[in-house]
């Protein structure tokens, strides 16, 4: 039996939380595990808007459009997030 390996896609929300919270990924083709450092998210739509005391806001549009391809790992070097097969 031939196991697919689908690639994961993340929206931007997750890009940015995957920013914070910083989890382990495994990629295909690499050994063991990495832990997600960084993606460079400059130029996007915020992660929120319309914030306020009262109100956590709202998920921007676009949140599919124009992301990035890699993240840098806490080993210094980047990785291609489409290679991602296993999170967590």
Sequence with gaps: MVEEIINM???LVKLYD???CKPNVELR???GKLQWDECDLTGLPP????VSMT???TIPK???DNLPEKFKATDGKEYLIEDIIVLG
Excluded: Y
């Design 29 to 31: 083709d690499i050994e």
């Design 18 to 20: 995957f920013n914070e």
């Design 9 to 11: 896609k993340f929206p």
């Design 47 to 50: 992660e929120r808007e319309n």
């Design 55 to 57: 109100s956590m806001g």
């Design 62 to 64: 676009g949140q599919w």
